[in-house]
Every structure is written in structure tokens, then in C-alpha cells.
């Protein structure tokens, strides 16, 4: 059986390394979550920026057949006139 001191110095020794082991592991997860939320903002970065670049890819096609439909009408409007 130890005595009073060394009972003390066990004692120490324990909850220092319980003390330690439990920060290790919080500060691991602290490190995991914070990676884990790096890589869901790239992930959600470049979801956006291809959502983005399929935007302007529409654009441009719907752009495209607004001229198109203008240049129709003008062509049907200029006849019209011609018969008049």
C-alpha cells in the first residue's frame, strides 16, 4: 500500500494524464471539423462556380435566339410593309 505521498504523486500523475489525453482527442476533433468545413466550402465553391458558368452558357444561347427571334420579326414586319 503507498503511502500519503506517493498516493498523492499517483494521484497527479493520473488526472495530468487523463487531463492531457482528453485535450488530445478534443483538439484532434476541433482539427477534424475544421477541415471537414474547409473541404465542404470548396466543394460548395466550385458547385457555384460551374452552376455559375452554366448560367452564362444559357445566357448567351437564349441571347442568341432573342437576336434571332428579332431578326425573324423584322424580316416578317418588313414584308408586311411591302404589301401595303
Known sequence: MPTAP????????GAIAAITVTGTLYGAGLKTQRDMQ??????????DR??????????????GAREEVRRKIGEVGGRGEGRR
Not at 474547409?38 to 458547385?47: G, N
Not at 455559375?52 to 444561347?61: D, T
Request: hydrophobic fraction near 45%.
Open 6 to 13: 506517493k498516493r498523492r504523486i499517483l494521484i497527479l500523475t
Open 38 to 47: 474547409h473541404v465542404h466550402k470548396l466543394k460548395t465553391d466550385a458547385m
Open 50 to 63: 460551374e452552376a455559375l458558368e452554366g448560367l452564362l452558357r444559357r445566357r448567351e444561347r437564349l441571347v
